[in-house]
T-cell receptor
Framework: DTAVSQTPKYLVTQMGNDKSIKCEQNLGHDTMYWYKQDSKKFLKIMFSYNNKELIINETVPNRFSPKSPDKAHLNLHINSLELGDSAVYFC????????????FGQGTRLTVV | EDQVTQSPEALRLQEGESSSLNCSYTVSGLRGLFWYRQDPGKGPEFLFTLYSAGEEKEKERLKATLTKKESFLHITAPKPEDSATYLCAVQTGANNLFFGTGTRLTVIP
């Protein structure tokens, strides 16, 4: 059973399109995250979200928006895709109740052409 | 400003040649320091959490240590399957993880 799963694994799309990446966790965690990993393998947090609070990294363009239909899902919507959005996007989850580690999904490689 | 720096950027070792990876940090309100391993095409996989200076944790050939300013990941007698990128991350009061840029380890048979 995959703890944190993302779909799709690969996404190729044209500039200007709108796309979504889905994320689901079955760990019962109350906090979920989206990270972006650039070509130099640097992982940078984009959002963290629990049922009470959305924390947005101020450097993230407002074309990116997280949507959480329930506690186990946090989807990432991207509008008007740009070439610079090409990267690997990782979903992760953790528990807020104790200082536990975050579990990561396998990543979605987004290529904007 | 919170900062995490890892060194070296890349490391090549012969099988059996022990070494250490460094993670230096300057953060306010450190809640924990995490080590992850990332294989190509996969997400980071959790290795260790360290919470206070002087703490040490071990797993097989890996040992992580923590001081007030840095953490080391010691690799004893590495094998080719230890080849991966090792990521250090600090958790702050906001409960977010701030990652370093990683050390890409290659172990040559």
């Amino acid at each position: 059973d995959t703890a944190v799963s993302q779909t799709p694994k690969y996404l190729v799309t044209q500039m200007g399109n709108d796309k979504s990446i889905k994320c689901e966790q079955n760990l019962g965690h109350d906090t979920m995250y989206w990270y972006k990993q650039d070509s130099k393998k640097f992982l940078k947090i984009m959002f963290s979200y629990n049922n009470k609070e959305l924390i947005i990294n101020e450097t993230v363009p407002n074309r990116f928006s997280p949507k959480s239909p329930d506690k186990a899902h946090l989807n990432l919507h991207i509008n008007s895709l740009e070439l610079g959005d090409s990267a690997v996007y990782f979903c992760a989850s953790s528990s807020l109740r104790v200082n536990t580690e975050a579990f990561f999904g396998q990543g979605t490689r987004l290529t904007v052409v | 400003e919170d900062q995490v720096t890892q060194s070296p950027e890349a490391l090549r070792l012969q099988e059996g040649e022990s070494s250490s990876l460094n993670c230096s940090y300057t953060v306010s309100g450190l809640r924990g320091l995490f080590w992850y391993r990332q294989d190509p095409g996969k997400g980071p996989e959790f290795l260790f959490t360290l919470y206070s200076a002087g703490e040490e944790k071990e797993k097989e050939r890996l040992k992580a240590t923590l001081t007030k300013k840095e953490s080391f990941l010691h690799i004893t007698a590495p094998k080719p399957e230890d080849s991966a990128t090792y990521l250090c991350a600090v958790q702050t009061g906001a409960n977010n993880l701030f990652f370093g840029t990683g050390t890409r380890l290659t172990v040559i048979p």
